[in-house]
């Protein structure tokens, strides 16, 4: 279900000209693979000799400036209810993490924590499929949909209000000058309005899923200290 491509569309390293991106990632270890579904995978490693780490990302290119007309913080509540709030407590309990950010123009699902082959009880082995599962069938980890929005609002808007003091438009100067400063007229609160999060629906939601969470918008990247096999 594999295929390596000797011409990678990998578009988030500009300062390396196209024709030299090959020579860039066989300089810096960095392996890449087209599944055919048309996800990219983007994986570097280095060397360990006891404890192995992996920090594995989802990367959709979709955000917050895609909310529906009128539906701020669309994206905001989709990442609360895409991954099983469940993985969280089980991660906590063998160390590994998991988290999701919503940016202006990323969607982001990130799984990182021990990752030693000989102990697949611990780490992220045993967060992987909940983590896969999350994103192939999003919502599916929920009894009821309709509830779940519900009290996921409810933690959002608990969110805004502990954040309100600039949280989401907060960071360094690049960003303070960039579409995050508020006299930016492109300026956008990534995290929504509670007028926004108000009038939106599970129709809503389960379309951002249909539109959001397909092969071709994703780059999974995957950076492993210690051996690192892609298959």
């Given at each position: 279900?594999?295929?390596?491509?000797q011409?990678?569309?990998i578009?988030h390293?500009p300062?390396?000209p196209r024709?030299?991106?090959?020579?860039?990632?066989?300089?810096?270890?960095?392996?890449?693979?087209v599944?055919?579904?048309g996800?990219?995978?983007?994986?570097?490693?280095r060397?360990?000799?006891d404890?192995?780490?992996a920090?594995?990302?989802?990367?959709?290119?979709?955000?917050?400036f895609?909310?529906?007309?009128?539906?701020?913080?669309?994206?905001?509540?989709?990442?609360?209810?895409i991954?099983?709030?469940?993985?969280?407590?089980?991660?906590?309990?063998?160390?590994?993490?998991?988290?999701?950010?919503?940016?202006?123009?990323?969607?982001?699902?990130?799984?990182?924590g021990?990752?030693n082959?000989?102990?697949?009880?611990?780490?992220?082995?045993?967060?992987?499929?909940?983590?896969?599962?999350s994103?192939?069938?999003?919502l599916?980890?929920?009894?009821d949909?309709d509830?779940?929005?519900?009290?996921?609002?409810?933690?959002?808007?608990?969110?805004?209000?502990?954040?309100?003091?600039?949280?989401?438009?907060?960071?360094?100067?690049?960003r303070?000058?960039?579409?995050?400063?508020?006299?930016?007229?492109?300026?956008?609160?990534s995290?929504?309005?509670?007028?926004?999060?108000?009038?939106?629906?599970r129709?809503?939601?389960?379309?951002?899923?249909?539109?959001?969470?397909?092969?071709?918008?994703?780059?999974?990247?995957?950076?492993c200290?210690?051996?690192?096999?892609?298959?």
């Amino acid at each position: 279900m594999e295929r390596e491509t000797q011409n990678p569309e990998i578009s988030h390293i500009p300062f390396v000209p196209r024709e030299k991106e090959r020579e860039y990632f066989e300089a810096h270890n960095i392996e890449v693979r087209v599944l055919d579904n048309g996800i990219r995978i983007v994986a570097i490693s280095r060397g360990a000799e006891d404890q192995f780490n992996a920090n594995i990302k989802a990367n959709f290119a979709t955000g917050a400036f895609n909310d529906l007309p009128g539906k701020s913080g669309l994206h905001h509540l989709g990442e609360h209810l895409i991954c099983d709030p469940s993985l969280a407590d089980k991660g906590s309990k063998i160390n590994a993490e998991i988290n999701a950010e919503t940016g202006p123009a990323n969607y982001t699902f990130t799984i990182r924590g021990i990752a030693n082959p000989d102990a697949r009880d611990f780490g992220v082995w045993p967060l992987l499929s909940g983590f896969k599962e999350s994103l192939v069938r999003p919502l599916s980890h929920f009894d009821d949909v309709d509830a779940a929005i519900l009290k996921e609002k409810g933690v959002v808007l608990r969110e805004l209000a502990e954040r309100k003091v600039d949280y989401y438009l907060q960071g360094n100067q690049f960003r303070k000058k960039s579409i995050l400063a508020r006299d930016n007229p492109l300026a956008i609160d990534s995290g929504g309005t509670p007028q926004g999060l108000a009038r939106i629906s599970r129709a809503d939601v389960e379309e951002l899923i249909d539109k959001a969470l397909i092969p071709d918008n994703a780059i999974v990247s995957a950076y492993c200290e210690g051996p690192l096999d892609l298959n």
